[in-house]
């Protein structure tokens, strides 16, 4: 039997291989390789799908979120409010312009940003709430615009894992101040390679963002601040502007997908499966559930230490029978050593704190076949009535 990966980005590569080929082809031979035509012609198209005015490409998703926070001047001794269930990208960015992640815990449904807890972590010092649209999932943007509203923050929405989501109507990435995306290869929107855009409704926020990513340089050979050098390679774009018009058909079948697992899995004991809010129109660039095997039950939970060592127990079985899954992500980042200057303690978010113990992504991907699906759920079933009793599976 085959192995089922998480993804399978060469199947996808085989589907339009003719058009990229072609593209690269043309690419080499245009003897432009950086900037030119491709990368413009794919800020216009990308801007166009995101429905805004402005979209500056640049080498990756971090890069994205760096340049959006340097082009709203926030550094140091300013707050930038966001979550600790993501990937450490998105604090990093925070900290590299000299700013201080102030970390608000998660909604249990949807993994995203409590919006219920925002307004308590504001304070004199916050410029900025940074949402993450986990997993393709979109924030509560109606309810995060509001906040940020009321207290004049600016708002950078991180896209990376959700290139075509839309909230409300809105695609992600329109909605805040500016919005960041990756088109790192795994993404709903990969590239060949590294790739990321910025995306705004304002020409100013984009003018910044123009200068600083090309060394600061508003005209050549003339900076006006300290840059960096981020660009997307004309390779890429060329690449990305062959792919985009796939985006919708591929993200509807994440949803078809992700829309099977709920139906199997939603009244699996043991199982919690992820939440799309009434407004959210979600494009799942992963399916994680929560495993929730009750620790007080039964005397076979107390073969795992934690319910951690559960949940890697199960992934150990699913690999034994040919199924891939990740844990995204074993540890929340205000519990990382990088950030143990800021002084949080273990319990003091302990909604992320649970998840990263519970969390299981199962294999999804646009071209995934229904077998194979069938055969995650009835291996992941297997694997969790084989390992505990039903009564410490039951919902908690
Ligand atoms: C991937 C990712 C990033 C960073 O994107 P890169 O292109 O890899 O730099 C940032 N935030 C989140 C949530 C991501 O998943």
């Known amino acids: 039997m085959n192995n089922i990966p998480p993804l399978d980005l060469a199947q996808q590569y085989q589907s339009i291989s ?5 593209a690269v082809l043309d690419v080499l031979a245009s003897g432009r390789y950086i900037g030119g035509p491709w990368v413009e012609s794919f800020e216009q198209q990308f801007a166009s799908y995101i429905g805004v005015s402005e979209c500056v490409a640049c080498n990756s998703g971090t890069d994205a979120l760096y340049l959006a926070l340097r082009a709203l001047k926030i550094g140091p001794g300013d707050e930038v409010i966001t979550t600790p269930f993501t990937f450490v990208a998105t604090a990093e960015a925070i900290a590299n312009v000299g700013a201080t992640p102030v970390f608000v815990d998660i909604d249990p449904d949807t993994y995203n940003l409590d919006i219920n807890q925002i307004e308590a972590a504001i304070n004199s010092r ?11 999932q979109p924030t509560d943007m109606t309810r995060l615009m509001a906040i940020a509203n009321a207290h004049h923050l600016a ?15 809105k695609k992600v990435g329109s909605i805040g101040h500016v919005g960041c995306f990756s088109f790192f290869p795994t993404k709903n929107l990969g590239a060949c390679g590294d790739g990321g855009a910025v995306t705004t409704n304002d020409p100013a926020i984009a003018a910044q963002i ?65 939440k799309e809010l009434p407004a959210a129109k979600a ?78 992504s199962l294999p999804i991907f646009p071209e995934m076949s229904r077998e194979q699906l069938y055969r995650v759920v ?19």
């Not at 708002?155 to 109507?169: K, L, N």
């Open 210 to 274: 123009r200068a600083i990513k090309d060394h600061g340089q508003t005209a050549r050979y003339f900076s006006v601040t300290n840059g960096i050098n981020s660009r997307l390679d004309a390779l890429q774009a060329a690449i990305l502007q062959i792919k985009l018009p796939y985006l919708d058909i591929w993200n509807q079948q994440r949803r078809n997908i992700a829309a099977l697992y709920h139906q199997l899995l939603e009244n699996f004991p043991g199982i919690e499966i992820p």
């Open 126 to 136: 916050t410029r900025a709430i940074l949402p993450v649209h986990l997993f393709g």
């Open 18 to 22: 003719e058009e990229i080929t072609e």
């Open 378 to 396: 009835r291996s992941l079933k297997d694997c969790l009535t084989s390992s505990l009793p039903s009564a410490a599976l039951a919902k908690e």
């Open 283 to 360: 494009v799942w660039n992963q399916y994680t559930i929560r495993l929730l095997a009750k620790a007080s039950e039964g005397t076979e939970y107390s073969r795992y230490p934690d319910k951690a060592a559960f949940r890697d127990s199960i992934r150990t079985q699913l690999i034994q029978q040919g199924v891939s899954s990740m844990v995204y992500y074993p540890m929340p980042l205000h519990l990382q050593p990088v950030y143990e200057s800021l002084g949080y303690k273990p319990g003091q978010l302990p909604v992320s704190e649970q998840l990263a113990t519970e969390v299981l």
């Open 155 to 169: 708002v950078i929405e991180d896209c990376a894992q959700s290139t075509g989501a839309e909230w409300a109507g």
